[in-house]
Structure formats: C-alpha cells, structure tokens
C-alpha cells in the first residue's frame, strides 16, 4: 500500500455498517464479517471452511493493493492497517476457490480523524 499522506496521531475510524450478512450467503460462499477498529484498521473474520481460500484488497480501480492465500480449517481474523491508504472506495474479498464474498468499503478523510463506511 503505497503512502499518501502522514496522519496525525489521534487518528480515529468511525463505522456506519460494520457486518457481512451471514444469512444470505450461499452454503459454499465464505462467511465473512467486516469492522472498523479505533485504530485506523479493518478486520476480517471469516468463519471456518474445509478450505484453503484467498484474501484479496483491491482500490476502486481494480488494482490488487494485498492477496494472500489462507487456511480456512481454523477461520480467519485479520487487521488491516488502513491508515496509510488515500481515500476512496475500496473492497475487500475472501474466495474458496468455489465461492467468492466481498465487502466494500469507504476510506473517508474528515478534520483530525479518517473514517470507514461499509456499503451493503
């Protein structure tokens, strides 16, 4: 993730909508919930699968910012520093090579804190 600007010490997330639903993804898709931190990051907690799967940031653009593959025998929680990035709409997926969900978000800019916003 590339730097745009030095944010202040103080830097605070505020959270308008902060989970997937669960209740309306297929059986194979990944289960996946998406929140805020109050220290400018996103989590992901994805719920276990018998699965091997890939977590992937992308910008509005499309361009890849972070991919990894993943175990989901066990879950997934993982942060994502989202201080350093400009902001933007961008959306963060989890696949299991059958299924894929996403969750985008907005990485807003407001006076001595930077905001998230899920979008449904």
Known sequence: MKKVRTIAL?????????TASFAR???DAPQISVAATTDAAVKLLVARQNATGQVTLTDAAGHVLY????????????????SELATGTY???VTNGRETTAKTFVV???PASRNVV???
Do not use: I, M, Y
Not at 76 to 82: A, E, K, T
């Open 118 to 120: 899920f979008q449904s």
């Open 25 to 27: 993804q297929p059986t």
């Open 10 to 18: 103080g830097l605070a997330l505020s959270l308008s909508f902060a």
């Open 108 to 110: 807003e800019e407001k």
């Open 67 to 82: 991919q990894s593959s993943v175990n989901l025998t066990n879950g997934l929680n993982q942060r994502f520093d989202v």
């Open 91 to 93: 959306q963060l997926s």
